[in-house]
């Protein structure tokens, strides 16, 4: 299993950007695609980004498309979402997440096998 924290968020005003890390245990890290998803409040879960093994394949959702950064750093274990022009619709608790050797992309979150606890991003207006 693949423990994952999230760090990052917190509040900042519409407008602003938003920085989000995700750090994983274990020597396997760089065998797994990983994705972040959101949910905010009586909402469901959504698909928002996720980055191939290597980094090379990288998939942003079509909805915040030329607002998101999504990288990996193989070698510090980590992934890294940055979210700019940020509207209060961004709000959300923000999970990253897992797909044990994938190769691909997965954009469907029955196939990432751990999740991060989630972090908070709170937007003003």
């Known amino acids: 299993q693949v423990q994952l924290v999230e760090s990052g968020g917190g509040l900042v005003q519409a407008g602003g950007s938003m920085r989000l890390s995700c750090t994983a245990s274990?020597?396997?890290?760089?065998?797994?695609?990983m994705g972040w998803f959101r949910q905010a409040p009586g909402k469901e879960r959504e698909f928002v980004a996720a980055?191939?093994?290597?980094?090379?394949?990288?998939y942003n959702t079509d909805s915040m498309k030329g607002r998101l950064i999504n990288s990996r750093d193989n070698g510090k274990n980590t992934v890294s979402l940055e979210i700019y022009s940020l509207k209060p619709e961004d709000a959300a608790v923000y999970y990253c997440?897992?797909?044990?050797?994938?190769?691909?992309?997965?954009?469907?979150?029955?196939?990432?096998?751990?999740w991060g606890q989630g972090t908070q991003g709170t937007v003003s207006s």
């Open positions: 997440a897992a797909a044990r050797d994938y190769e691909n992309i997965p954009q469907a979150a029955r196939y990432y096998d751990d």
């Open positions: 274990g020597p396997t890290f760089r065998n797994n695609a």
């Open positions: 980055i191939s093994r290597s980094g090379v394949k990288r």
